[in-house]
């Protein structure tokens, strides 16, 4: 049987790569750390405006956390218009309505001027209740969806042919697209149009001061007025945004299905974690054949070692609501940053330089949050008033969420105990090749990995950040912390913030 592929569907097509390295200093207006959604979208809409941009990736165009993305486009919030009502007010509700479906209709608008060809598609959105459970959360949302604006009605079922999901709410004008081929677009986009995309180039730290310098490992700096923080976890504070929102891995299968037996819709239940479903065509909607796209599962970061088991979860829940699903071609993992009010933080970051700004805290709906940050942010660079600057405003306090702070918070003062706890084996001699483990060696914790030559490599297990010791993960082979979600490789090599280096090496006497 052939093994799927660990790494999502939409890796089949190469990702852009801008120039490689940082060779020599470089003025620009502002300096855009991150080429996924958020930072690529950012430099677009400033570019448009007139400003001169640098953007800086450690790896390639949409290599992060956008490339691990289920691609739904959709205004319909992850955590529910009625959770947002209580937390926030109506008003609030409305604002998040209307800037998601201006995301959408913002990416829209640029496919069609671009003449992009990234499978973009209008869909209808069903959210469906398990047969066991209450249709009053439903008529609720029925009623706080609609006080903000949104169309939506309720229908007898989703369009799935054997799929009876019973009565549902139905959204329209969602959408979905191929975002590996909309980020490449992108880039050629702002590339054509002067500005510039750097690949291969970790930005070390960001020097405040009226002109910001950007710096670089090799000591090349990029000096700007702005900078942008579109790393999906910021890296340039300890505390501020941590705190108030924590790291979730969520997972993702597709599988091969008749072209004949799935709707090309999107489709959520209201499981805690839910369970989220769309289609991807391979070819062409005429196609014969098409991915079936089903997600959920979501664990918080680092403290569940599980993948294998959460994925044979999705299959089976996905093979016993679609029974003409057929091979299992893709399953990977993504990382989600969830706020205490299920909205990002977008904007001027907290602290005393306003010419920083961050874009963070996806919540599960990263594609229309980053596109929001592309124009939100431009906005605030430029001196144009925005409507939704408070509802994203990273200095914000978590209103009507207190106990949610608390707990989170609490939940992460609960990992520190794993300085104390043995080792997850008791000699590095237990580790099987191409795998990990966390060693205990006297007061010392080690993130030791076996190549599959049988070579030893060993780090630090203590996390750069906040000092939490790293987990490995078994399903993605790295390191990741339980604390606030920062990722190494197999080689301690720091691959999410908000550590912003690499685990250290072990030096043995």
Same mark, same amino acid.
């Given at each position: ?152 009605e309720r229908v007898p079922k989703a369009p799935f042919p054997a799929f009876d999901t019973g009565p549902c709410l139905r959204f329209t004008r969602q959408? @979905?697209? +191929?975002? *590996? !081929? %909309? ?10 149009? #002067? ?128 029974? @003409?699903? +057929?091979? *299992? !071609? %893709? ?10 009010? #299920? ?94 483990a966390i060693v205990r060696r006297g007061l010392q914790k080690i993130a030791a990995y076996r190549d599959q030559s049988g070579l030893i490599h060993e ?51």
């Amino acid at each position: 049987m052939t093994r799927p592929n660990h790494k999502s569907c939409w890796q089949d097509i190469p990702h852009q790569l801008g120039e490689s390295g940082l060779t020599s200093d470089v003025d620009a207006d502002v300096c855009v750390i991150g080429a996924g959604i958020a930072g690529l979208s950012t430099a677009y809409h400033l570019l448009r405006e007139g400003r001169s941009v640098v953007v800086l990736d450690d790896g390639s165009v949409g290599g992060g956390q956008t490339q691990k993305t289920s691609a739904h486009l959709s205004s319909v919030l992850d955590d529910r218009f009625t959770e947002l009502a209580m937390r926030r007010g109506e008003e609030a509700c409305r604002l998040a309505a209307e800037s998601h479906t201006a995301a959408i209709s913002r990416i829209e608008s640029i496919v069609r001027e671009r003449s992009i060809w990234c499978d973009f598609s209008r869909v209808d959105g069903y959210l469906f209740n398990p047969p066991d459970k209450s249709w009053d959360n439903l008529d609720a949302e029925l009623v706080a969806a609609r006080k903000a604006g949104v169309e939506v009605e309720r229908v007898p079922k989703a369009p799935f042919p054997a799929f009876d999901t019973g009565p549902c709410l139905r959204f329209t004008r969602q959408a @979905q697209f +191929q975002p *590996l !081929k %909309y980020l490449n677009a992108l880039a050629t986009a702002i590339q054509k149009s #002067g500005g510039r995309i750097v690949s291969q180039c970790h930005a070390e730290s960001i020097k405040p001061g009226e002109v910001k310098r950007v710096v670089s490992p090799s000591g090349t700096e990029v000096r700007a007025r702005s900078v942008v923080v579109a790393t999906n976890i910021p890296v340039n504070d300890i505390f501020a945004i941590h705190l108030k929102q924590a790291a979730y891995l969520s997972y993702v299968v597709a599988l091969r299905a008749p072209r004949n037996a799935v709707a090309r819709a999107l489709l959520w239940d209201t499981l805690d974690p839910y369970h989220y479903v769309r289609i991807e065509d391979r070819s062409s909607p005429a196609a014969d054949e098409c991915l079936l796209i089903v997600g959920g599962e979501d664990a918080k970061t680092g403290q569940h070692d599980d993948a294998e088991a959460r994925y044979a979860r999705l299959e089976s829940w996905a093979r016993i609501h679609f029974p @003409q699903a +057929q091979e *299992l !071609k %893709y399953r990977w993992s993504g990382q989600v940053m969830e706020t205490l009010d #299920g909205l990002a933080y977008i904007g001027r970051n907290p602290g005393d330089d306003p010419e920083i700004y961050v874009a963070t805290g996806d919540s599960g709906m990263g594609l229309t949050h980053g596109t929001i940050a592309g124009m939100l942010i431009t906005d605030l660079i430029v001196g144009r008033e925005n409507p939704w600057t408070s509802l994203y405003d990273p200095s914000r306090k978590p209103v009507g969420g207190f106990t949610d702070f608390v707990k989170e918070n609490l939940n992460v003062a609960s990992q520190y105990a794993a300085w104390v706890t043995p080792g997850d084996v008791s000699s590095v001699d237990d580790i099987p090749p191409s795998q990990g483990a966390i060693v205990r060696r006297g007061l010392q914790k080690i993130a030791a990995y076996r190549d599959q030559s049988g070579l030893i490599h060993e780090y630090s297990a203590v996390c750069p950040h906040l000092g939490c010791i790293v987990q490995w993960n078994h399903g993605d082979c790295t390191f990741d912390c339980p604390c606030h979600g920062s990722r190494f490789n197999q080689h301690g090599e720091v691959i999410s913030g908000p550590a912003n280096v690499n685990l250290p090496p072990v030096k043995h006497s």
